[in-house]
């Protein structure tokens, strides 16, 4: 079944600088990786998404990028602000229309003002 | 529009109680799923739904029941608990737009310790 792995598993970065998140999935019949936050106590929420037909997506400080030959996808974030700390989560959608999802390990984003 | 919603928020269980946790969703979304979160992890999916009336395992679906009644309840039921189902669970749906995905929203979670 589909496997995707996430790094690293934790990350601190100084606030303004960019951090960067990757993921790399196995199944090639993907064609939807969205990014989920989540903040403490709550469910994750999509922060961006991708599909398989563009390589790369932006929105603000966010963008995303997709490499599908060698299928891996990554989440780049700029100028990070103390509020970006929280943990992030990849996915692949797999199965007919995609309705499944599944999820990288987490990233633990740190911040430090 | 509330959205998803999951209920309890938190439980604790003794070893063999069965329990149902509860999720209704209000945007008429077609897909429903069930979702365990444990450290190191990530997110695995337990069931999910296509629709009114199917179901079908995800990744880890032992020890769990689910059915579909209604486009807006999804109802997770563990028959026997034990301490191995310890863990936050988060109930999303999702639409579908032109046979592309569409974005999922999930719960606020409920926190299950069995005892």
């Known amino acids: 079944g589909e496997n995707v792995e996430q790094h690293p598993s934790t990350l601190s970065v100084q606030e303004g600088d960019s951090a960067v998140i990757k993921c790399t999935y196995s199944d090639s019949a993907s064609n939807y990786f969205p990014w989920y936050k989540q903040e403490l106590g709550k469910g994750p929420q999509l922060i961006i998404d991708?599909?398989?037909?563009?390589g790369e997506k932006k929105d603000q400080r966010i963008a995303v990028t997709l490499n599908k030959t060698a299928k891996h996808f990554s989440l780049h974030i700029t100028e990070t602000q103390p509020e970006d700390s929280a943990v992030y989560f990849c996915?692949?959608?797999?199965?007919?229309?995609?309705?499944?999802?599944?999820f990288g390990a987490g990233t633990i984003l740190r911040v430090k003002s | 529009n509330a959205g998803v919603t999951q209920t309890p928020k938190f439980q604790v269980l003794k070893t063999g109680q069965s329990m149902t946790l509860q999720c209704a969703q209000d945007?008429?979304?077609?897909?429903m799923s069930w979702y365990r979160q444990d450290p190191g992890m990530g997110l695995r999916l337990i069931h999910y739904?296509?629709?009114?009336?199917?179901?079908d395992q995800g990744e880890v679906p032992n020890g769990y029941n689910v059915s579909r009644s209604t486009t807006e309840d999804f109802p997770l039921r563990l028959l026997s608990a034990a301490p191995s189902q310890t863990s936050v669970y988060f109930c999303a749906s999702k639409g579908q737009f032109g046979g592309w995905d569409t974005e999922a929203f999930f719960g606020q979670g409920t926190r299950l310790t069995v005892v």
């Open positions: 739904s296509v629709g009114a009336g199917i179901t």
């Open positions: 945007m008429n979304h077609e897909y």
């Open positions: 996915a692949a959608s797999i199965g007919e229309y995609g309705n499944k999802l599944v």
């Open positions: 991708i599909r398989s037909n563009v």
